[in-house]
């Protein structure tokens, strides 16, 4: 009788222990932010997915590479961007900023989200 108890609670003990793992670690969430700054103008623009913010943000970079018309000041932009990957209850953020004239901002913000990708989702 004794091993049976025994039995029993070491079945409903192992069984408990591994319905709380499932729970904890089934759901993969992700989501983005781009925030661009040039001179006074700031947009910020949202993501729900990694992808999303892959396939979205070419021409937001080229757009914001655009010198203003018949501007003759220097053109300088930043570019923020934050990903989120949450896995369960362990959630990874990585956040990076890029600052250059508007030559090259579209370039240097594709080569950082590239970055930032590979980092959130261990790529």
């Known amino acids: ?53 892959r ?10 590479a655009a010198r203003p018309v018949g501007s003759t000041d220097e053109c300088t932009v930043t570019v923020e961007i934050s990903i989120t990957v949450s896995i369960g209850l362990v959630s990874t953020t990585v956040t990076g900023s890029v600052t250059a004239p508007c ?8 080569k950082l989200r590239a970055q930032l990708i590979d980092i959130a989702t261990g790529g």
């Open 1 to 53: 009788m004794k091993h049976l108890l025994l039995s029993l609670f070491a079945i409903i003990f192992i069984g408990t222990a591994s319905q709380a793992q499932t729970n904890g670690s089934g759901t993969k969430k992700e989501s983005a932010s781009v925030k661009i700054k040039k001179g006074s103008e700031v947009a910020n623009y949202k993501f729900n997915t990694v992808e999303d913010l």
């Open 55 to 64: 396939n979205n943000t070419d021409k937001l970079f080229d757009d914001a």
């Open 103 to 110: 030559s090259q901002i579209s370039g240097a913000a594709k």
